[in-house]
């Protein structure tokens, strides 16, 4: 089974950048469909952003749209979430999520879709 592994965050201040990083580990992520969540103190995990097994299909919270990027290097078994123009609201654990999938186009949108997650990566924004 895939593991995926996160990297990348850390404290940054409004208005900066971070790009995270979630690689597989186990296994590849062909055939995979990827998934970021975040999850601040004491709220629900929330959807970030996600991405078809193919990379040609993604989806984003509205909350972060046209300042968060996600991308796929499949060569590399490697997810990235670039991450812009942050504020301090972005401050949570970020999760990286995989399940498998039989058609390249799917994106999954919801925790319950996936059944393979990462153990987290910390980013604060400081205002």
């Given at each position: ?101 039989y058609y390249t186009a799917i994106v999954l949108t919801t925790p319950a879709q996936y059944e393979y997650w990462g153990q987290g990566t910390q980013v604060t924004v400081s205002s």
């Amino acid at each position: 089974q895939v593991q995926p592994v996160e990297s990348g965050g850390g404290l940054v201040q409004a208005g900066g950048s971070l790009r995270l990083s979630c690689a597989a580990s186990g296994r590849t992520f062909d055939g995979y469909a990827i998934g970021w969540f975040r999850q601040a103190p004491g709220k629900d995990r929330d959807f970030v952003a996600a991405i078809s097994w193919s990379g040609l299909s993604t989806t984003y919270a509205d909350s972060v749209k046209g300042r968060f990027t996600i991308s796929r290097d499949n060569a590399k078994n490697t997810v990235f979430l670039q991450m812009n123009s942050l504020k301090p609201e972005a401050t949570a654990v970020y999760f990286c999520s995989a399940n498998r999938v039989y058609y390249t186009a799917i994106v999954l949108t919801t925790p319950a879709q996936y059944e393979y997650w990462g153990q987290g990566t910390q980013v604060t924004v400081s205002s």
